[in-house]
């Protein structure tokens, strides 16, 4: 299989040069099994330019096919799909997974493309989309990929993926904060919590339980892209906003035994040599010790092939 | 009045290096008055860049004013609300005015924006500022400027047009105009809005070729920017809100484009230029 990055970014879209060499469009990741249907994961901006590159295959003629997993719907994970040309043209089939929310899947998305804030009501796009709801823990075929799921730790939860296809492995972590001092629900966190208070017994045995879901999920990964919004002075300052910076990713991914680490979902104002120096600092820790971890940081256009392809 | 343009881009931001010239994030303009008041037009992508420079103010000690004034709610209009440092601080003060015809109306439809299936601060409640939200009338009072609005059609729906007024000046902001069908006069109503002003900051986001195959998106071209600032008599005209697709250079073709459209209409008098994120207008 081949995996590649469309949106890269955290939050909101930024553009500018700043940012124009790791790129400004919001989370979204092709994955493509060896002669297969494409896989995508989460719909941020980066979608727009992944259609109009779909549109130049079966898509066009309106023979595609496409599965798209969204970890969850905050905007920069869902706000490119509006833009996706492959929904606008008719015998394409789109299937779309994401966890259950309280209202129905096809509601949520129905809102974001509904007047007054968008144009063109999504039962009138041409192409047919379904909606799968997923809990943690579900297991799932996309033609010759075997999808499994687990939750994440972050307001109003997300859904971290393993795709296995091509005798190889890929995770998507994101979005996710550590699972040490913020357990993650439906409450707003209005100002960073003393992180000294002891938490709960009960709030700490969950943290575990969820941080070795993503573990195993993670277990013997080829590729594991992981939400590293933050550095970790950064996430001290701001624990409770549900983003997790490089030496956790690096830790989930040792006790995974991964082989290697994407950083990823890198926060709007940083900029590309900020990015540079932040993949060579965490490259030195990454080398270090008896599991050596290769480690990358996801630009648009990065293009990494697993297994057999 | 001071005019920069924090956000120029139609519909979705568009990152890249092609957009980098003339900037990728949605629409966005801060009016600075004479009086030292501060007016904002629409709420797209630019804002979050807007509020980062205001945070170095007094909107970062919390001791901030301003007006907002809203066009209408597509998502590159609103969508850089949440990610607005100066809500966040205690004491700042903003109000909204906006289409919808009642202040209720308008705040469930921002409340939408943070419903928390899609964003992580939940409700407008969170924010620590005064945040007051206001329904836009044909002529009111923001900032002790004088502001007249008239609502346009934009497609199947409609969106605001602002006249703004100090001491004799005016600016006059015309976003996502678009008539439903080919060939329409410029509308009468955007006409007498627009009448002698300063500055037209006009919808451009299409060229001819691309607006006849989407035109219920609700655009204008260049050609009907240029035909709106001579049937107005303004002095100047801006072209904003770009196609999300149009590069650097598509941008510079279209206002090459756009000069020779005024031209030939007789608008040789009336200067031109192309918004770009960062620029300032004085007026
Ligand atoms: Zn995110
Ligand atoms: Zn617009
Ligand atoms: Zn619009």
């Known amino acids: 299989m081949r995996v590649k990055f469309w949106g890269v970014r955290g939050s909101i879209p930024v553009p500018g040069r700043a940012t124009s060499r790791y790129g400004g469009n919001t989370s979204c990741v092709e994955v493509r099994p060896k002669g297969a249907a494409p896989i995508i994961i989460d719909a941020g901006t980066g979608l727009r330019r992944l259609g109009k590159s779909l549109m130049e295959e079966a898509f066009g003629d309106g023979r595609g096919e496409t599965s798209i997993l969204i970890s969850h719907t905050h905007w920069d994970h869902v706000q490119g799909l509006p833009f996706f040309s492959p929904a606008y043209r008719a015998g394409n089939k789109i299937q779309i997974y994401a966890r259950q929310r309280d209202m129905h899947l096809e509601a949520v998305f129905s809102q974001q493309n509904n007047s007054p804030y968008f144009p063109v009501p999504l039962s009138s796009l041409e192409a047919t989309m379904s909606f799968h709801e997923l809990v943690e823990g579900t297991k799932f075929h996309i033609g010759r990929a075997k999808v499994s799921c687990t939750r994440l730790n972050h307001p109003w939860i997300a859904m971290a993926y393993r795709i296995e296809v091509d005798g190889a492995v890929v995770v998507y972590c994101a979005d996710t904060a550590p699972f040490t001092d913020i357990l993650f629900g439906r409450e707003f966190i209005v100002k960073a919590p003393s992180l000294d208070e002891p938490l709960p017994a009960d709030v700490v045995e969950e943290l575990a339980r969820m941080r070795a879901g993503v573990v195993e999920l993670a277990r013997g990964a080829d590729l594991l892209i992981y939400d590293t919004q933050f550095t970790k002075t950064e996430y001290l300052q701001r624990p409770h906003w549900g983003h997790s910076h490089p030496d956790d990713a690096i830790q989930i991914a040792r006790d995974a035994g991964a082989k290697q680490l994407c950083l990823f979902h890198h926060a709007p104002m940083r900029t590309d040599d900020e990015n540079d120096q932040i993949l060579a600092a965490y490259r030195t820790v990454a080398a270090h010790g008896d599991q050596p971890l290769a480690l990358v940081s996801a630009y648009e256009g990065l293009e990494i092939p697993l297994g057999d392809e | ?80 609300l949440g990610f607005f ?40 409640k969170n924010f620590a500022a005064i945040f007051d939200v206001k329904a836009a009338t044909t002529a009111f009072e923001a900032e002790d400027l004088r502001v007249s609005a008239y609502e346009h059609v934009h497609g199947t729906t409609t969106a605001l047009a602002f006249r703004i007024e100090e001491a004799g000046k005016v600016f006059v902001y015309a976003s996502d105009v678009g008539q439903p069908v080919a060939d329409a006069p410029p509308d009468p109503g955007l006409v007498a809005l627009a009448r002698g002003a300063d500055v037209l900051l006009h919808d451009t986001t299409y060229r001819p070729s691309d607006q006849a195959t989407r035109r219920n998106r609700g655009f204008s071209t260049y050609e009907d920017a240029a035909a709106m600032a001579v049937a107005a008599q303004a002095r100047r005209l801006v072209m904003f809100h770009y196609d999300q697709d149009y590069s650097d250079a598509d941008v510079d073709s279209l206002r090459d484009a756009c000069r020779a459209s005024l031209d030939t209409l007789g608008g040789q008098d009336i200067g031109l230029e192309a918004a770009r994120e960062g620029d300032e207008l004085e007026i």
């Open chain 2, 85 to 124: 440092a100066p809500v966040f601080i205690p004491g700042n003060h903003f109000t909204v005015f906006g289409p919808g015809g009642s202040p209720n109306v308008l705040e469930e439809i921002l409340e939408g924006q943070m419903d928390p299936n899609f964003s992580p601060l939940q409700t407008l």
């Open chain 2, 1 to 80: 009045m001071k005019i920069r343009f924090w956000g120029v881009r139609g519909s979705i931001p568009a990152p890249g290096p092609d957009t980098i010239a003339y900037g990728g994030n949605t629409s966005c303009v801060s009016i600075h008055t004479a009086s030292g008041k501060l007016v904002i037009v629409d709420m797209g992508t630019g804002l979050m860049h807007l509020g980062n420079h205001l945070m170095a103010g007094a909107f970062g000690k919390g001791q901030g004013r301003a007006a907002i004034l809203l066009s209408h709610t597509h998502w590159d209009h609103i969508q850089g």
